[in-house]
Nanobody, 123 residues
Framework: QVQLVESGGGLVQVGGSLRLSCAAS????????MGWFRQAPGKESEFVAA????????YYADSVQGRFTISRDKAKNMVYLQMNSLKPEDAATYYC????????????????WGQGTQVTVSS
């Protein structure tokens, strides 16, 4: 069992920055990965970024490449998403998820999810 708790969401202006955190617990995360997804009202869940736990290899959606940075702190079992140059289309509820295998940008490849943290971008 894996428990994931996100935090750090809030209201930010266009062009601003926000850092999301995900506290992970419940099992060893070696040989796995963690991902961030987001979902805006009326839209499907969208892959944002992922990071392999041991080696720190990162993956990004094209829409956030160059603006967002995913990182992890293995000692603290934390995953972060640094979001810069935020746009109105970045507004969504962001979810941290535990990767179980398969396409790393597919939501079906993740079997544990946090409760989400909301990001609002004002223009």
């Amino acid at each position: 069992q894996v428990q994931l708790v996100e935090s750090g969401g809030g209201l930010v202006q266009v062009g601003g920055s926000l850092r999301l955190s995900c506290a992970a617990s419940g099992r060893t995360f070696s040989n796995s990965a963690m991902g961030w997804f987001r979902q805006a009202p009326g839209k499907e869940s969208e892959f944002v970024a992922a990071i392999t736990w041991t080696s720190g290899i990162t993956y990004y959606a094209d829409s956030v490449q160059g603006r967002f940075t995913i990182s992890r702190d293995k000692a603290k079992n934390m995953v972060y998403l640094q979001m810069n140059s935020l746009k109105p289309e970045d507004a969504a509820t962001y979810y941290c998820a535990y990767y179980r295998g398969g396409g790393i940008n597919k939501s079906s490849s993740y079997n544990y999810w946090g409760q989400g943290t909301q990001v609002t971008v004002s223009s």
